[in-house]
């Protein structure tokens, strides 16, 4: 499943869900969580179920549902299970023992874990590869962990995350590589910074990000734009894995000008291999 862009529809909104298809997200997220009220939560799983009967197979659709200690997750199942969605966002992961309690309740559903939403969570960032069978990614959050620790925010006076939150970043980025699963950035939220987000997403994928999660359709296509290979990359990575095919035996190149090995031939391979996805 392609993961450069997971656009957020809230569940108890259904007039902006058959508009979200045309937005060119990779999949869409239909959210009974944080985005619903407790009283709009019956309309939100009904508005959600109705979708995925109409909808389901012309784009990947998962669902956010209410946290493990909610008591509100099995009639979120309850509702959206008679038409299994592609997936199940969720939140307040706390590492394996919550995909394995969720994949009880909803067997054979890949799970998208927010894995950074409480304190304990961050201490179980590691364990997500004794169950990389139930999980269709890995991602993290922002704002629900400094409100559960009391600080004043993530992010400092520039917009940048804080050292806090770097950590949960790159512990999310690197359990999920471990777990050989999809590495999903967190939302952008300033909504009217297409710059901000253009800059946002380049570093994610820079930095070994597969896509993020977007909270407007106008993101959707600087997503896209920032997870796909530009022509250079394209000609630069075929250059790389042409020159090691010229050399068979060869375990190091000298290529205009630098050294080249065995990660720089895997990292060429990647960007063909991201390319060739993208286009299919």
């Known amino acids: 499943m392609r993961l450069r862009s997971l656009l957020f ?12 298809l045309r937005y060119g997200a990779d999949a869409l997220i239909l959210d009974l969580e944080d985005s619903v009220t407790p009283d709009a939560k019956p309309a939100a799983r009904l508005a959600a179920a109705n979708f995925l ?3 389901k197979g012309r784009i990947p659709l998962l669902v956010r549902v209410n946290p493990l200690d909610s008591g509100l997750l099995d009639d979120d199942l309850a509702a959206i299970l008679q038409v299994p969605p592609d997936g199940l966002v969720l939140p307040k992961a706390e590492g394996a023992p919550s995909v394995q309690a969720l994949s009880a309740k909803a067997p054979g559903i890949p799970i998208l874990p927010i ?3 409480t304190p304990a969570a961050i201490f179980q960032l590691g364990s997500y590869e004794s169950v990389r069978h139930h999980l269709l990614g ?5 704002e629900d962990l400094p409100a559960a620790i009391g600080a004043l925010g993530a992010r400092d006076g520039t ?13 999310t980025l690197f359990g999920a590589h471990a777990a050989s699963v999809a590495a999903i950035e967190t939302v952008y939220p300033a909504l009217a910074d297409p710059d ?7 570093r994610a994928r820079f930095d070994g990000f597969n896509g993020i999660m977007a909270i407007h359709p106008a993101q959707v296509p600087v997503i ?11 000609t630069e990575a075929q250059a790389i894995v042409d020159a090691f095919a010229a050399s068979p ?3 190091a190149l000298s290529y205009r000008g630098r050294m080249i090995d065995a990660p720089h031939l895997k990292q060429a391979r990647r960007v063909l291999e991201l390319a060739a996805d993208v286009a299919g």
Do not use: C, H, I
């Open 159 to 171: 917009g940048r995350y804080t050292a806090p939150y770097e950590l949960a970043r790159s512990l």
């Open 224 to 234: 896209n734009q920032a997870f796909t290979p530009t022509p250079e990359e394209l």
């Open 53 to 55: 009967r109409q909808a």
């Open 138 to 142: 890995l991602t993290w959050g922002a």
């Open 9 to 20: 529809v809230p569940g108890d909104r259904p007039d902006r869900m058959e508009k979200a």
């Open 249 to 251: 035996g060869m375990g």
């Open 115 to 117: 894995a950074t939403e």
């Open 196 to 202: 901000g987000l253009a800059a946002y997403a380049r």
